[in-house]
C-alpha cells in the first residue's frame, strides 16, 4: 500500500519511479485481498496489479531514498547493503523528521533548476538524514514503525493503514515543499 500511496502522490513529477520489494516476500503473490480494500478506501486505484518481489542488495544500491515499514526492516535493509543506512528510514521516522525540516534546510533544492527533480528531493533526503537523532526522540520506538497486518485481526489492517497513510502525506508534503523551492 505504502508503493501505492506513495506512487499516487509522486506521479506528477517526471523522471520519478516508486517501487516496493519485502524483506520476507511472498513474491509473485497478489496484495492481500483485506489490504486491497483498504488501499482502495484510501484511493490507491491500481492497487490490484500488486505483486510481491523480495528485496535485494542491487535494489537498495540503485534507490535514492528507501522507505521501510518497521525498524526491523530497515535493519535487514542496511545488512544488504550497508551504506544504504544514510537514505533509508522506516515511513513513519522520515514523515516524524520532515515536520522539523524548515525552508532553510531546502535552500539547496531552491539553488537547483525546477526541473531537477531529483536533486531536489535528493536535498530532501539529506536533510532528513542530517537531522536523524536530532529531533525529539519518541517515548516509544515502535511508534516509528507500521504495524504488520498480514494475517491478522481487521482492526489491525485499520490501524496499519492509520499509521501509514499520515506518514506518506507527511513524506509527499516535504517532496513537494523541495520540488518548488524558490
Known amino acids: 500500500m505504502a508503493e501505492q500511496l506513495l506512487r499516487a502522490g509522486l506521479n506528477s513529477y517526471p523522471g520519478v519511479s516508486v517501487g516496493s520489494a519485502g524483506t520476507v516476500g511472498l513474491v509473485g ?76 534546510d531546502l535552500t539547496d533544492a531552491a539553488l537547483l533548476p525546477g526541473d531537477d527533480v531529483a536533486g531536489r528531493f535528493a536535498v530532501a533526503v539529506d536533510a532528513a538524514a542530517s537531522l536523524r537523532g536530532m529531533v525529539t526522540p519518541l517515548q516509544n520506538a515502535d511508534d516509528d514503525d507500521v504495524v504488520d497486518p498480514y494475517r491478522r485481526a481487521d482492526e489491525v489492517y485499520t490501524l496499519s493503514g492509520q499509521q501509514l497513510v499520515p506518514a506518506v502525506q507527511a513524506t509527499l508534503a516535504l517532496f513537494g515543499r523541495a520540488a518548488t523551492a524558490v
Open 29 to 104: 503473490e497478489p496484495m492481500d485481498a483485506r489490504a486491497l480494500d483498504l488501499a482502495t478506501s484510501f484511493g490507491v486505484t491500481d492497487a490490484a496489479t500488486h505483486v510481491a518481489r523480495e528485496l535485494n542488495e542491487k535494489q537498495i544500491r540503485e534507490a535514492d531514498v528507501v522507505f521501510a515499514m518497521s525498524r526491523e526492516h530497515r535493519r535487514a535493509v542496511v545488512q544488504l547493503h550497508p551504506r544504504a543506512s544514510r537514505y533509508t528510514f522506516t515511513i513513519r521516522e522520515f514523515a516524524r523528521i520532515a515536520a522539523e525540516i524548515t525552508d532553510a
